[in-house]
């Protein structure tokens, strides 16, 4: 089936606008992840949704980063009054816990955020 | 405090040669660990993993070992081929935190022909 997908692919924005990211995780994937990778460093966990709920929201880096998810479907992460520091790759990943390699999880292309 | 490290930034090795990528990790409740290979401007992609119970696993060219007692693990790749030229990550994670891995920053490797 289909992929992780996310949009748009890239994002330039102007410093103090708000911004929305999307994540469409695999069908039947119960778990997903979003992730920060700025130029040369490796991934940095964001928050992570079980369901609809995210248990685990301590990567967020200011109030300014906020996520949702609809059911076990369609993510959205919003960043509000960007930054310039905040431009990185933005990744969804998602996952069927229970099953397998459960923690194996299947990544997104990616969201290039530029802020000017 | 960085739990998960990768500290070679890069590595070249020549085709058909092994590569060997290591990763270290300091948090003694890791126990999963998973490499993914990632090519620019794609989302990485799970490799091979191990689980603690372990000390190998093999798939194929890929062979990843194990030692809990210095809490590092490396990927082998034998033989290695030009495309096998992409930045690796080594992730942990926690059974009892199934959610989050904490990943690496990453080794760039690159297979010269």
């Known amino acids: 089936g289909a992929g992780v997908s996310q949009s748009p692919s890239n994002k330039v924005t102007e410093k103090g606008k708000d911004v929305e990211l999307r994540c469409d995780p695999i069908?039947?994937?119960?778990?997903l992840y979003w992730y920060r990778q700025r130029l040369g460093q490796g991934l940095e966990f964001l928050i992570y949704?079980?369901?609809?709920?995210?248990?685990?929201k301590s990567g967020l880096p200011s109030d300014r980063f906020s996520a949702e998810r609809t059911g076990e479907s369609v993510s959205t992460l919003t960043i509000q009054r960007t930054q310039q520091e905040d431009s990185a790759v933005y990744l969804c990943?998602?996952?069927?816990?229970?099953?397998?390699?459960?923690?194996?999880?299947?990544f997104g292309p990616g969201t290039r955020l530029t802020v000017l | 405090d960085q739990q998960v490290k990768q500290n070679s930034p890069s590595l070249s090795v020549q085709e058909g040669r092994i590569s060997i990528l290591n990763c270290d990790y300091t948090?003694?409740?890791?126990?999963?660990f998973l490499w993914y290979k990632k090519y620019p401007a794609e989302g990485p992609t799970f490799l091979i993993s191990?689980?603690?119970?372990?000390d190998k696993n093999e798939d194929g060219r890929f062979t990843v070992f194990l030692n809990k007692s210095a809490k590092h693990l490396s990927l082998h790749i034998v033989p290695s081929q030009p495309g096998d030229s992409a930045v690796y990550f080594c992730?942990?994670?926690?059974?009892?935190?199934?959610?989050?891995?904490?990943f690496g920053d990453g080794t760039t490797l690159t297979v010269k022909p």
């Open positions: 990943a998602s996952s069927r816990p229970g099953q397998g390699n459960y923690n194996e999880q299947f």
């Open positions: 069908s039947g994937h119960t778990a």
């Open positions: 949704f079980q369901g609809n709920s995210a248990p685990d």
């Open positions: 948090n003694s409740m890791f126990d999963y």
């Open positions: 191990i689980s603690s119970i372990k």
């Open positions: 992730a942990a994670s926690k059974a009892t935190n199934a959610g989050k891995s904490t």
